[in-house]
């Protein structure tokens, strides 16, 4: 069930239980480390200089991986509403292309290690199968093909455009496939973020192929 204000998408408690456990999890590593520097810490005497020296760097280590990790899992609890019948963002990241082959557009988004963690939908009438996000629009059928290690989806999610369906760690990157001819408002080279639109109204997408300010592919 998907909730809302009069301005905010508002995330799933429990979607957001599962990245803080999964947080938590790769985070555990840290902290052993961390105890086993206090515990070499607490064996050696305190006036052997060099076991402590060994002890005090690896507990700094420990200390900036467990720092790191937790940035790596960021997530925001809600996002403005997007507008209805947009097509969305599913991940932040940069706009590394937009190309034109044959008759379809490809967008490919690129996250690094710090953007965060959140995958969200597409749009309302997006469905996943064999973990590819796929949806329809007027002028045919849309692909999200993603190049994660390990893309985590929420049991039963909600498609609601803009809802939080997924979970992709680390760098990576997803290339989306529109139909037709499309004119966004982004260029290679912009930041984007998972909810935000990349197409206001499906409904006006069309399936001219004559132009585009994209470069074009032919395969």
């Given at each position: 069930m998907v909730h809302k204000t009069d301005k905010y998408l508002l995330t799933d408690v429990n979607h957001l239980r599962r990245i803080k456990f999964a947080q938590f999890r790769s985070q555990i590593p840290a902290l052993i480390i961390l105890v086993l520097a206090?515990?070499?810490?607490?064996?050696?005497?305190?006036?052997?200089?060099?076991?402590?020296?060994?002890?005090l760097i690896i507990a700094i280590l420990a200390i900036a991986?467990?720092?790191?990790?937790?940035?790596?899992y960021r997530y925001r609890q809600r996002i403005p509403i997007?507008?209805?019948?947009?097509?969305?963002?599913?991940?932040q990241g940069k706009i590394a292309y937009i190309r034109r082959i044959d008759d379809n557009t490809l967008i490919n988004i690129r996250k690094s290690l710090f953007d965060r963690v959140e995958f969200r939908s597409?749009?309302?009438?997006?469905?996943?199968?064999?973990?590819?996000?796929?949806f329809e629009t007027p002028a045919g059928k849309a692909y999200i093909r993603l190049n994660f290690k390990k893309p985590y989806w929420f049991s039963e999610p909600d498609f609601t455009t803009g809802n939080l369906i997924g979970m992709v760690t680390g760098s990576?990157?997803?290339?989306?496939?529109l139909p037709g001819k499309v004119s966004l408002n982004f260029q290679a080279g912009d930041n984007i973020d998972a909810g935000e639109p990349l197409w206001e109204d499906i409904n006006s997408l069309n399936y001219d192929s004559s132009s585009s300010p994209y470069e074009r592919v032919n395969l």
């Open positions: 206090i515990i070499m810490n607490s064996i050696f005497p305190n006036n052997n200089r060099l076991y402590y020296d060994v002890a991986a467990y720092i790191i990790v937790g940035l790596c997007p507008p209805e019948n947009a097509i969305v963002s599913p991940v597409p749009h309302s009438s997006a469905y996943l199968e064999n973990g590819v996000v796929q990576g990157s997803c290339t989306i496939s």
